[in-house]
């Protein structure tokens, strides 16, 4: 690793030379989950699992180093440290936290746990069989709850799961944001909501045609492919092995290419953070994104403000239609509203903008109370009933398109959906300081012009990194901290 200007006090130096091997073996890591879901063949998962399991214990032994942790202790005790240095601090204790306080035994026990319960939440999901999943949820919410306790909270044991993915939120912070959604979102749902589905849905295109679209449209807009790539996987994901590897994924179906579009636009905004952290911090625990929300944020923010504008719809037509030759035969106004349909659903992942709140809104009430201890999981298909219909109008009719639909809760991740939330709230409140700095920045997407903006959103969030926490980070580059105004404000103007 080369020196830099960014880290001078000797604890600090010393701490990144015995971070190395650490940030090594976490990237081979990296890479052969995405080599996983990429390129492997099928019978190459069990050896895959077994790779796994013992470059994970490896990484346990590192971070639980007693040299490691005396180092992070005297940076931490250090007078006059950088905000790098306190950042490098502060993301260390982080990731040594879940290491040094949940006993090793409690963490060995879940990981069993949750490579058996993730087996059979599928075949629960493939089954509609709530009954082959429930005892494993049952026994995870114990030993998360467990987890909880070693780790720490205020409040509410639900804190301490919410800041392993959101430092520093809270519950309290949660109802605030939900609290403030709520209505306005109903309203606008309500009076937003068409039955319809476009016709272009139903279009089926060359998936070979699709990818070429994709890779123009990416360059176009300024990825650059000596450092980035796109692969097709069955859930697309984006990872960063370095300031010169980043990779994204993406699915094609062969009809509905806006579920793909939209997907490489959403990957696409993870990875333009990545991109663009500072080369400075590479190699070091703060090259990364300050919190799962605002990684959220970056995605949502080319998904949704950037992709599903007006403006896109017409400067993306010509790279779209010459691959996608049927979009000629429809107007702009039908591509644009073909990209916003709105129609609450009972799907989180197929959700529309507006709805799509609703579905974590959902999670988050029920993850509060699975883990407060005021549900069991035998009340959760009546819980998840009740809300839909409530916040949303519908009632699941199988467990299959209900409460198991989503993988996070048998691979043990409890707080992490409201991230999601996040994400849209922070995406909003970019956009509404982007287009106060760079006024023209929706005519320039007309000529898929975003050079300027992506210059911004570098300097206010990407090159940071994780010096900041999340709520640092904000404050810093717009004075206040998640606030969804921003999030209903353009929602209105936009279906209202
Ligand atoms: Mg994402």
């Known amino acids: 690793m080369s020196r830099n200007s960014k880290f001078s006090n000797p604890h600090a130096i010393a701490l990144i030379e015995r971070y190395q091997p650490i940030w090594a073996v976490s990237k081979a890591m990296e890479l052969s989950g995405w080599d996983l879901e990429t390129f492997m063949p099928p019978k190459g998962s069990f050896a895959r699992g077994n790779m796994t399991g013992q470059l994970t214990a490896l990484i346990q032994k590192m971070y639980s180093d007693p040299h490691l942790l005396d180092l992070l202790d005297r940076l931490q005790e250090s007078q006059d440290l950088t905000p790098y240095e306190k950042g490098l601090a502060r993301v260390m204790r982080r990731e040594t936290k879940v290491y040094t306080k949940v006993p090793a035994k409690l963490m060995q026990e879940l990981s069993e746990l949750t490579t058996r319960a993730s087996l059979n939440w599928r075949t629960a999901r493939e089954k509609n069989n709530y009954e082959i999943f429930k005892s494993d949820l049952g026994k995870i919410i114990e030993l998360t709850r467990d987890m909880a306790d070693h780790l720490g909270y205020e409040v509410h044991p639900y804190n301490a799961l919410l800041d392993l993915h959101e430092e520093g939120f809270t519950v309290q912070d949660a109802d605030e944001v939900f609290g403030e959604l709520r209505d306005p979102l109903k309203v606008i749902l309500e009076k937003a909501a068409t039955e319809r589905d476009s016709p272009l849905a139903l279009e089926t295109y060359d998936q070979g045609s699709m990818k070429m679209a994709e890779i123009e449209l990416l360059t176009k807009l300024g990825y650059d492919f000596t450092r980035f790539r ?267």
């Not at 799509?356 to 549900?375: C, D, P, S, T």
């Not at 982007?434 to 903006?453: G, Q």
């Not at 999340?470 to 353009?490: A, D, T, V």
């Open 230 to 496: 796109e692969d097709t996987s069955a859930h697309p994901f984006t990872v960063g092995i370095s300031i010169g590897d980043v990779r994204i994924t993406t699915r094609r179906k062969g009809y509905d290419f806006k579920d793909t579009l939209f997907s490489v636009l959403h990957e696409g905004g993870h990875a333009l953070y990545e991109l663009q952290i500072d080369p400075e911090l590479e190699f070091t625990p703060l090259s990364g994104g300050a919190s799962m929300g605002i990684h959220e944020s970056q995605s949502r923010f080319m998904e949704n403000m950037i992709g599903r504008s007006r403006e896109f719809a017409r400067g993306s037509f010509e790279i779209l239609s010459k691959y996608l030759p049927f979009l000629r035969n429809y107007s702009e106004e039908e591509i644009y509203s073909y990209f916003n349909h709105v129609k609450p659903g009972l799907i989180r992942v197929e959700a529309d903008e507006v709805s799509y709140n609703f579905h974590i809104m959902i999670r988050y009430e029920v993850e509060k109370q699975l883990i407060g201890g005021q549900a069991q999981v035998s009340d959760l298909p009546e819980l998840w009933s009740e809300l839909y219909k409530k916040y949303l109008g519908v009632r699941p009719n199988n467990f299959s398109d209900g409460v198991l639909q989503d993988i996070h809760w048998s691979g043990g991740s409890f707080g992490y959906f409201p991230s999601y939330t996040i994400g849209n709230v922070v995406a909003a409140q970019i956009r509404y300081h982007a287009m106060r700095d760079i006024p023209d920045m929706y005519a320039k997407v007309s000529d898929l012009d975003i050079a300027e903006l992506k210059q911004w959103l570098k300097e206010k969030v990407h090159v940071w990194g994780a010096t900041y926490t999340p709520k640092e980070l904000m404050m810093r580059s717009f004075g206040e901290g998640y606030q969804p105004k921003y999030l209903i404000n353009y929602l209105r103007e936009k279906y209202l």
